[in-house]
């Protein structure tokens, strides 16, 4: 089996570079009125280009059958086993709104709650508060410091927020508060190892301070946790690749998780043009480029098959100048489907294309769905993109005499 | 998973016969003057019918963008995942001198080097000198006995050559001699667990006594040693799969490495004529042959893209032959991509042909990169090669009730 140990003793450092350009939820599904999926709806002379002198395929992200959240999709694209390499959901949830999570910290994700004079829950999700209200709930609650440990909270969205503890090694090993239901009491948080005690306690205390400080904030007057974890240790991708990786991405979850394998995080716009203008102005600076597209995703989810189309086009549109600048490599995926007439992720195998002067072209002329079945990278697992663009890039030793 | 543990449960003796035709480096890279690889420009009627009353795919034999050295390539073939069967380098270099290495021996690979009179290594390949002189020098080393060990020293090519260490069963954890750079001393071999003292001494013993024996050789008037191995112990094809498997190679690497597996070594000539008839000869004698082709490697690296095309031509002719013996099973692959625009081994998969009675033919009409990516063996791992070819042979048992 081919193991990131593998990999990182062959890898070597060269002057090639490679840009990996993922349009998330790429993949899709046929509109019913013509058959056709969103990508093959649109029009794509740049992407078809690509496809007709590269190599295309479908790839897996986590395998046949799954459909995966946004962390294990991009894990598998970096290279990383996204069953072996697990982040907690509080840790991806603070990376999610680019919390700068440190080793000793532990995150857990938050819910304002509506809670009645007995004590029980009755709106686990406070009646959907709105962002804005919530983002000044959090205001009262961040910073409080219980025995040492500083308690910083964060919004994301509606009734949900994060919470980090920080102060010393904090050991996650303690229950949610949450007890996922209505009708009952919020649930003490106990530690399941003796090492957590700390921890629960804390969690507690700051529960009850929680609970005073929110008592005349009706119906947001009470927290739910759930999730505590650690930011975990992955090995980076300077390690492994002994490449110099950056990070382009507007969204912060994203920029969270290239973080995590060891990439630099290049500051950029909204657009996807100015995603693009990043890559060109940083473009000698670094050697792997991970370049990040959310509309795809975001369009899928609101089973907005058109504007999934728009985006996609307007990409195609972005990659003339990135051919321009002639990568050596150029791998454009996605971290999963997400087809607009599911509105949301799917399992389906991911159109995927790689070109390079050194790759072995295959006789897909269009970069589509349908096409990619024949083509020459088969069905294969997204893990393997790593090691098919590194050699592409001749970043790969010899393996064996 | 399928492990040569499950294959050797099913695995039973028959009557019929398996043929591996192995074309060294077989896979290509198109022309740029002509888009077609060399199989693709290869005048081939004789694969094409196989692979149009075949079926076809491309095979991996490492993993996707792992460039195999030859070991790895054809454990693969033989069936043996190449990542946990490892060969030792010095281990290798002997088997590929055909030096018949015994279960105690310890091999390494040596370097003639130069030395200044301060005892620094001015040159590690001693000027490259010839391979004629190299053999002349390895004959006044060879032959020692330090200690009741026999030091066996043979010529590989230029400065390069082996040091076999025999006598009872010698531990082989000490290290290099050999410093990998100049301006430095030759290092002391030391052992790095106890029972490798003995070996450590009687090597140090040994570089010493070469020290005065070359002192008037100058260029080459110092040994560098390095990769100091065992013969690996594999588990042999005649226990996994009861076959009788014989083995005809032209270079002695590939006899090597069919010996490591148990394979009979069949005496055969240098051209690929010389090789087939060896074949045809033993054919009543054996029920697996494994027949290598070294021609289309050898091409491939030199980056002679004609040569390599005739080397496939030649294999084709010769071909109709072995087809007329009426083989059980036909399988033709390579150990790995060797394309001439690249000139070296490469991580593209590799062309496959199987050709049985029971064979479920595909629509491949064809023996070439492109056509095999539609083929119905699809994209797999060479290490499936085995299990196929016995199954179309009828040579496994069915798998639980």
Same mark, same amino acid.
């Given at each position: 089996m081919i193991t990131l140990e593998l990999i990182k003793e062959l890898a070597h450092p060269s002057p090639t570079r490679i840009v990996? %350009?993922? &349009?998330?939820g790429l993949g899709g599904l046929p509109h019913p009125a013509t058959g056709k999926t969103e990508l093959e709806t649109a029009r794509t002379p740049n992407l078809d280009k690509l496809a007709a002198i590269g190599v295309c395929g479908l790839s897996d992200p986590v395998g046949s059958g799954i459909t995966p959240g946004s962390a294990p999709g991009h894990l598998a694209l970096f290279g990383y086993d996204p069953v072996s390499f697990? &982040?907690?959901r509080g840790a991806l949830e603070a990376i999610g709104v680019d919390f700068d999570l440190q080793p000793g910290d532990v995150a857990a994700r938050g819910n304002f709650c509506t809670m009645d004079k007995a004590g029980l829950i009755t709106d686990r999700r406070a009646? @959907? &508060? *709105?962002? $804005?209200? *919530?983002?000044?709930l959090c205001r009262l609650l961040d910073g409080l410091v219980i025995e040492n440990v500083k308690v910083f909270v964060r919004p994301v969205q509606e009734h949900r927020f994060i919470t980090?503890?920080?102060?010393g090694s904090l050991s996650p090993e303690v229950n949610d508060s949450d007890p996922q239901q209505e009708g009952v009491a919020p649930r003490v948080i106990a530690a399941s190892s003796p090492e957590a005690d700390r921890l629960a306690g804390i969690a507690n205390q700051f529960a009850a301070r929680a609970q005073t400080i929110l008592s005349r904030h009706h119906p947001a007057n009470m927290i739910l946790l759930r999730g505590f974890s650690r930011r975990p240790h992955f090995p980076a991708m300077t390690e492994i690749y002994k490449l110099k990786p950056a990070a382009i991405a507007s969204y912060p979850m994203y920029r969270g998780l290239a973080r995590l394998v060891g990439m630099t995080i290049l500051e950029t716009g909204t657009s996807i043009e100015d995603e693009f203008r990043t890559l060109t102005q940083n473009y000698s600076n670094h050697d792997f480029f991970f370049l990040h597209i959310k509309g795809a995703d975001s369009?899928? $989810?609101?089973?907005?098959?058109?504007r999934k189309v728009r985006v996609i086009e307007q990409v195609d549109s972005a990659l003339a100048g990135l051919i321009s600048l002639e990568p050596d490599v150029i791998v454009v995926t996605g971290d999963h489907s997400t087809p607009a007439v599911l509105k949301g992720h799917s399992w389906h195998p991911v159109?995927?294309? %790689?070109?390079s002067k050194w790759c072995r072209p295959d @006789?897909?002329?269009e970069f589509s769905e349908a096409a990619c079945v024949a083509g020459g990278l088969g069905r294969f697992p997204a893990t393997q993109i790593m090691p098919l663009a590194m050699a592409n890039a001749l970043k790969l030793n010899k393996f064996g005499a």
């Open positions: 990996l %350009l993922v &349009i998330d697990n &982040i907690g009646g @959907r &508060i *709105s962002t $804005e209200k *919530s983002t000044e980090v503890f920080r102060g369009a899928g $989810e609101d089973g907005d098959f058109t159109p995927t294309l %790689l070109y @006789r897909v002329k």
